[in-house]
């Protein structure tokens, strides 16, 4: 008989319970452990009144532990990345973001000097834009323009061979 950590168990709980309230068969499907069991442990749950104390959701894991846990999975391969992220309440992706967040957290910031080249470039854009709009709009009349004059030329040859 396979044992589960007290975390996991209790993060696996904690899914099924309010808030959460998620269907105890996607679960058991997600986390390969049979339906029973996990009814079984719900069942407990309600019966102790929140005796079990769940395990912190991603959300609330500060990001001293986040940073562990990238460490702790840096030498992963999936299919063992899936198995922690199985006990651990969490998903590869969320562990991806973290790891994106820990490379990105010693990029150099950009200085005020960069944020307002930045913000003049973006109106310089949008004025461009909006002038790219207006000639659009202007060549379009243009065509318009030509072509009813050619219309007119041919009536008024039409009319003049008749």
């Known amino acids: 008989m396979r044992q589960y ?12 319970l309010p ?12 986390t390969q452990i049979p339906r029973d069991t996990l009814y079984s442990w719900r069942t407990q749950a309600l019966k102790a009144g929140g005796d079990l104390v ?4 991603p959300d609330e894991r500060d990001s001293a532990a986040k940073f562990a846990i990238v460490i702790e999975t840096a030498h992963l ?5 899936s198995t922690y992220c199985r006990r651990q309440g969490l998903y590869p992706q969320q562990i991806d973001a973290w790891r994106s967040a820990c490379v990105q957290a010693n990029a150099p910031v950009c ?10 470039d973006q109106q310089r854009i949008k004025l461009l834009e909006q002038e790219v709009g207006r000639k659009d709009k ?20 039409d009319r003049a061979d008749a």
């Open 54 to 57: 769940p395990a912190p959701t």
């Open 77 to 81: 391969n999936a299919e063992e990345l």
């Open 111 to 120: 200085g005020q000097a960069e944020r307002a080249q930045r913000r003049s």
């Open 19 to 30: 808030p959460h309230n998620r269907p105890v068969p996607d679960l058991a499907r997600e």
């Open 5 to 16: 950590s007290a975390e996991f168990k209790a993060s696996l709980i904690a899914k099924m």
């Open 138 to 157: 202007a060549l379009a009349e243009a065509a318009a323009l030509l072509m009813l004059q050619k219309k007119l030329r041919l009536l008024l040859a």
